[in-house]
């Protein structure tokens, strides 16, 4: 039986770090288990004050989303992910232009054809 040749040993070791280990599977799933009970205390248990409860559930959202993105999708800046990086990060940008642009039509098609000068028994009347 032949020894394996170097290209083969380096690509199938760059093969098997890319998609993770036991151990940061495990970490993954603890930092989202941590952050998911956050959550669920800044709603239920009111650890934060009333006017910061939104902001706190976004923050550990997006903390969660960077976590899940690290550990399961294995997105980093290494040199073999800086590629499927560069296109989720892509991919994340046109759908915020997308649903911001949208929204921003529905707002001005709501502001510019909507009567404001009208009563609602007027708007509602049969003449």
Same mark, same amino acid.
């Given at each position: 039986?032949?020894? @394996?040749?170097? #290209? $083969? ?12 280990? +036991?151990?940061?599977?495990? !970490?993954?799933?603890? &930092?989202?288990?941590? &952050? /998911?009970?956050? #959550?669920?205390?800044? +709603?239920? *248990?009111?650890?934060? @004050?009333?006017?910061?409860?939104? /902001?706190?559930?976004?923050? &550990?959202? +997006? ?14 800046? #290494? =040199?073999?992910?800086? =590629? $499927? %990086?560069?296109?989720? !990060?892509? %991919?994340?940008?046109?759908?915020? !232009? !997308? ?9 001005? *098609? $709501?502001? $510019?054809?909507? @009567? /404001? ?5 007027? *708007?509602?009347?049969?003449?």
């Amino acid at each position: 039986m032949s020894k @394996p040749s170097q #290209s $083969n040993v380096t690509h199938a070791h760059a093969h098997h770090a890319s998609h993770g280990s +036991v151990k940061s599977y495990v !970490i993954g799933m603890l &930092l989202s288990l941590v &952050l /998911t009970f956050a #959550s669920f205390g800044v +709603v239920m *248990a009111h650890l934060v @004050p009333k006017s910061m409860g939104l /902001t706190a559930v976004v923050v &550990l959202c +997006v903390v969660q989303l960077l976590v899940q993105l690290r550990y399961f999708l294995h997105l980093g800046s #290494s =040199a073999d992910q800086r =590629a $499927n %990086t560069g296109i989720f !990060i892509c %991919t994340a940008l046109l759908i915020v !232009i !997308i649903i911001a642009g949208s929204l921003w039509v529905i707002h001005n *098609a $709501n502001v $510019n054809m909507m @009567p /404001t000068q009208i009563s609602v028994e007027r *708007a509602l009347a049969r003449d």
